[in-house]
Nanobody, 119 residues
Framework: QVHLAESGGGLVQAGGSATLSCVSS????????LKWYRQSPGLERALVAA???????KYADFVEGRFTISRDNAKNTFYLHMNSLKPEDTAVYLC?????????????WGQGTQLTVSS
């Protein structure tokens, strides 16, 4: 069982920056995929960024080079660094950890952190 806890949301002005953190209760070497999602009112949950154990990284098209996902295994923490924020980035951001099992994958979620970008 992996417990995740996000932090770092809040109110940011458009054009500003923010860094979200997600602390894992388990050693991150035990986790295969680390992801950030976001959910805005009336919209489906959307993948923002993902990184795999092998180091593969991918971003949603709407990131447009503004965000960076990173990890610090020593701290069991991964991050989403966000620059040039826009009002449309306003959402609840959720971190997600995937452990690939022998017969099934195990998905773990944080509780979410609200980021509001003011214009």
């Amino acid at each position: 069982q992996v417990h995740l806890a996000e932090s770092g949301g809040g109110l940011v002005q458009a054009g500003g920056s923010a860094t979200l953190s997600c602390v894992s209760s388990e050693n991150m070497f035990e986790i295969d995929d680390l992801k950030w999602y976001r959910q805005s009112p009336g919209l489906e949950r959307a993948l923002v960024a993902a990184t795999t154990r092998a180091g593969t990284i991918k971003y949603a098209d709407f990131v447009e080079g503004r965000f960076t996902i990173s990890r610090d295994n020593a701290k069991n923490t991964f991050y989403l660094h966000m620059n040039s924020l826009k009002p449309e980035d306003t959402a609840v951001y959720l971190c997600n950890a995937v452990v690939i099992g022998r017969n099934t994958d195990y998905d773990y979620w944080g509780q979410g952190t609200q980021l509001t970008v003011s214009s």
